[in-house]
């Protein structure tokens, strides 16, 4: 669908393959050597921690909340607030494109509920429920 600007250090989602408004996003996060957390996790074999993996989602579902509530362009903030029965299934190593799949659980005005789902090819990696709230953005 589209590739997404490159200037956030902290940008997990490379590429929206599809988006269903109020539904559903699957996106793509291209898993490679030169991520800076594989310098150490783990020496000898390097593999992605789970706690970006559960990031990458979040992130998926913060461009799936925006677009859904017609956020786009308001400066409003997609804030995580929970995550409920995280589970990894099987490493995630460089080299592998780690397709990121979220669905709506519950969607209000301000805080959206999201089931994700974290695939490299079609073995499941990683898996979680999660909660967010769409906030203003901070005043100076």
Same mark, same amino acid.
């Given at each position: 669908?589209?590739?997404?600007?490159?200037?956030? !250090?902290?940008? #997990?989602? $490379?590429?929206?393959?599809?988006?269903?408004?109020?539904?559903? /996003?699957?996106?793509?996060?291209?898993? &490679?050597?030169?991520?800076?957390?594989?310098?150490?996790?783990?020496?000898?074999?390097?593999?992605? !921690?789970?706690? +970006? /993996?559960?990031?990458?989602?979040?992130?998926?579902?913060?461009? +799936?909340?925006?677009?859904?509530?017609?956020?786009?362009?308001?400066? *409003? +903030?997609?804030? @995580?607030?929970?995550?409920?029965?995280? *589970?990894?299934? &099987?490493?995630?190593?460089?080299?592998?494109? #780690?397709?990121? $799949?979220?669905?709506?659980?519950?969607?209000?005005?301000?805080?959206?509920?999201?089931?994700?789902?974290?695939?490299?090819? $079609?073995? +499941?990696?990683?898996?979680?429920? @999660?909660?967010?709230? /769409?906030? $203003? !953005? !901070? &005043?100076?």
């Amino acid at each position: 669908m589209a590739a997404l600007p490159h200037r956030y !250090p902290m940008l #997990l989602v $490379d590429r929206v393959e599809s988006l269903v408004p109020d539904e559903r /996003i699957s996106a793509i996060k291209a898993v &490679t050597i030169n991520e800076s957390f594989f310098q150490g996790h783990f020496p000898g074999r390097p593999i992605m !921690p789970g706690v +970006l /993996i559960v990031e990458a989602l979040a992130q998926a579902a913060g461009v +799936l909340a925006v677009q859904s509530l017609g956020l786009a362009g308001s400066g *409003k +903030l997609v804030y @995580f607030m929970a995550i409920d029965g995280a *589970k990894f299934r &099987t490493p995630v190593e460089p080299g592998v494109l #780690l397709r990121l $799949d979220v669905s709506f659980v519950q969607k209000r005005a301000r805080v959206c509920k999201f089931e994700g789902k974290a695939y490299v090819g $079609d073995l +499941l990696a990683a898996e979680a429920n @999660f909660t967010a709230m /769409i906030a $203003d !953005p !901070p &005043t100076a």
